[in-house]
């Protein structure tokens, strides 16, 4: 079964450190690997996509990389702001040409000034 | 504005009631999916279409039913809720060969 697991489930960090959260992914075929963040109670808004032979990528102060080898994925907030404090969510999609994402529950992220 | 509309918001309902929660988006977009969260489990994908006429099941899709008859709107529908369908609800789309997808605002699920 398709699965996507992520670390920590909750991170607390002072504002302006950097922090790096975790996805393992099982996903195959592979067709891409986004990053989603989700300010509480909003729908998720897209950080990154990641395709198989992209193996990092930025968006500001994101910066998510992918080894599909590996089936592993990162996302680096550098010099966090109180703004940042969201979920962050893993999203995988196969590679059978429909619409189905499996989703990671998420690393819920707190930045405290 | 692009954008992708919810109604209702919030909804308090009773079990057996049938029930309708709209989607629609404003983008011309061929795909949108309809997904419920819930605490703990993260978000699980219920149906999805497409394009017109062409809708499929996702992982979850025990309960609902969907329809596309027309482009821009992919209502999820419940005809018995019960209380095991209250979550909070997300409709998404995106285009055909684009794979950044866009979220409504959700909608908030209570089944007494």
């Known amino acids: ?28 075929p592979f067709s891409n690997l986004r990053w989603y963040k989700q300010d509480t109670g ?27 080898d590996t089936k592993q994925s990162s996302l680096h ?33 707190t930045i405290i000034p | 504005e692009a954008q992708v509309t919810q109604n209702p918001r919030y909804l308090i309902t009773v079990t057996g009631k049938k029930l ?12 949108m999916s309809w997904y419920r969260q819930d605490p703990g489990l993260g978000l ?10 062409v809708t499929d099941k996702g992982d979850v899709p025990e309960g609902y039913k969907v329809s596309r008859k027309e482009k821009r709107n992919f209502p999820l529908i419940l005809e018995s809720p019960s209380p095991n369908q209250t979550s909070l609800y997300f409709c998404a789309s995106r285009r055909e060969g684009v794979e950044t997808q866009y979220f409504g605002p959700g909608t908030r699920l209570l089944v007494l």
């Open chain 1, 42 to 68: 909003r729908g998720p808004v897209s950080l990154t996509i990641m395709t198989f032979s992209e193996n990092t990528k930025s968006n500001g102060r994101y910066t998510a990389t992918l080894d599909a």
């Open chain 1, 77 to 109: 907030i550098t010099a966090s702001q109180l703004s940042d404090s969201a979920s962050y969510i893993c999203v995988v999609r196969d590679n059978f040409g429909n619409e189905k994402l499996t989703f990671g529950t998420g690393t819920r992220l």
């Open chain 2, 44 to 53: 699980r994908q219920i149906y999805y279409s497409m394009n017109v006429e």
């Open chain 2, 20 to 31: 309708t929660v709209t989607c629609s988006q404003n983008m011309n977009h061929e795909y």
């Open chain 1, 1 to 28: 079964k398709n699965q996507v697991e992520q670390s920590p489930q909750s991170l607390i960090i002072l504002e302006g450190k950097n922090c790096t959260l975790q996805c393992n992914y099982t996903v195959s």
